[in-house]
Structure formats: C-alpha cells, structure tokens
C-alpha cells in the first residue's frame, strides 16, 4: 500500500521491466523526502500570509522567496509608494517596487556651420585687458 503524497520520478515512466528490477528502490525513495525541489510546484495560494507550517507543504508548493513562486496578483499602479490601507487591496494587488527605465542623455547635436570656437578665442584676446570696477 503506497502512502500519499507519492513522488513521479523518471523511473515510473521507463518500461515495465525496469520496474520488476528495480521495486525495492522505488519503495525506499517514498519513503524517504525528496533531496531536489521541482521547478514545476504550484504557487501556495496564501503567498506571504500562509499559516500552514507542516515541511511537506513548503516542499509541495511554492512560495514567495522561492525561486519557482510566480505571483498572480496584478500589480498596483503605485507600487511600493501606494497609500492605501485597505487590507483587501493590499491582498488583491502586489506592491513591488518597478524599476524606472534608465533615462539617455540627449545626443548634442554639432553642425559644423557653427563657429562657437571662434567666439571663445575672442575673449581670450581680451584677457589682457582686465576690467577694473569704478570707485563711484
């Protein structure tokens, strides 16, 4: 008599012989827990609030934190800046928070018609001529 929850492994799927050979294995691996997490584990449809503190759920199901965990909340337009207190939308929606695009700078534009090179060697002709305040 198998005992629930029974695990799948590639073995079940191979053809009846490898089954004959290889029966006391099988019965020893449910028995015992699973040593890698399936990356296929349904979502814990409490997410953060999940009250049930029994191992085999926390490796039956994903939760947040976990690298399988795929929210299904839609995200609130305020993200992490929300204000709202109502436990129901806190519940309803996530509040993560979205990284911004990083802004481009603007390219600078240099059309070769400008001669603002010229402008500036003016000004430093005048240097020799330094401004002194009146004493008025």
Known sequence: MTTFPVLITPADFRGSSDEDE???EDTSSVNSPPTKISSNRPSCA????CYRRNPQHRIDEAHPGDSDFIDVRPECNFGIDCIRKNTRHKMEYQHTRKMRPTRKLKAQFKCPSD???D???SLSDDDDNEWIPSDD
């Open 46 to 49: 409490y997410g953060t609030s």
């Open 115 to 117: 001669s603002n090179s």
């Open 22 to 24: 290889n029966n006391d």
């Open 119 to 121: 402008e500036d060697l």
